[in-house]
């Protein structure tokens, strides 16, 4: 089967398309797995990159755990309680863990559906945009199971824990309009332009310093569990650092300037 991930650059900005659209971009075999989990080690060594858009090819964003092999206990779903713990945790729970550790933004193209574990890869990206056929839904409860692969922490840290329980309780779908009105994605677009406004905003992000996004993210993962009082002190010494970049030096020098500045990664 072909690679699951076709990926292009773009300068600083990588785009990232699930590309198995005869099965809607099911997550359903470890070496999916292990291609975002390689993607994003190799993204993290990688001081060029700077933004990563991901989509899915096709008519589906992803379209969750596969259904038939659920049905047939094979594949990742195959094996005694035990077994199956270990491919969880061995296997798809290494996405969230990945994208989780991964320092440069990430920007959610949702092109259609995402559904299950679709859904909730979305929200392991920092920001979600969507066509206005996208659909929502943490569709677990309705074949009897449960989000494996981190929906119950990641989806109410989106859009609230009343709302969050409202789509993990009755596996409802959501249009795009209402995923807007939640803030479960940022922006509507029409099918035709959501890849142009999503590599837009990922030029804008793009054209700042690298060290400063990649800070300004570890900032805002660590806060999410931090103190007050400890997440100043880790912003203290993560200015220090920034303070002390070229990169730094050349934005301050091309604001008071009056000119676009060139940033070199250092």
């Not at 398309?17 to 989990?37: D, G, K, W, Y």
């Not at 574990?117 to 979600?128: K, W, Y």
Request: aromatic share 6%; glycine share 8%; net charge negative.
């Amino acid at each position: 089967m072909n690679p699951f991930l076709q990926i292009e650059r773009d300068g600083g900005i990588v785009t990232v398309r699930m590309n198995h659209p005869e099965t809607r971009n099911a997550l359903t075999s470890p070496e999916q797995i292990q291609e975002f989990v390689d993607l994003c080690a190799e993204l993290r060594r990688d001081r060029s990159a700077r933004v990563m858009v991901l989509t899915g090819n096709g008519s589906a964003f992803c379209a969750g755990g596969n259904v038939k092999d659920m049905r047939s206990r094979e594949g990742i779903f195959a094996g005694s309680p035990f077994e199956l713990r270990n491919t969880y945790r061995d296997g798809i729970q290494r996405i969230p863990l990945a994208l989780y550790e991964l320092d440069i933004p990430v920007i959610a193209a949702v092109n259609g559906p995402a559904i299950g574990a679709g859904l909730d890869l979305a929200c392991m990206c920092d920001i979600r945009l969507a066509s206005s056929s996208a659909l929502f839904a943490e569709s677990f409860v309705r074949l009897g199971i449960v989000p494996g692969d981190g929906g119950a922490w990641l989806l109410p840290r989106v859009i609230g824990i009343p709302k969050a329980s409202l789509m993990a309780f009755t596996g409802d779908t959501i249009n795009a309009a209402k995923a807007l009105e939640w803030g479960l994605v940022e922006q509507v677009c029409t099918h035709e332009t959501l890849q142009a406004e999503a590599h837009s905003l990922a030029q804008r992000i793009a054209s700042n310093p690298g060290h400063a996004l990649r800070l300004c993210k570890r900032l805002l993962r660590e806060g999410q569990h931090m103190r007050l009082d400890s997440l100043l002190e880790l912003s203290a010494a993560y200015q220090s650092l920034a303070h002390h970049t070229e990169d730094h030096q050349e934005a301050v020098a091309a604001f008071m300037d009056k000119r676009k500045p060139e940033y070199l990664d250092r």
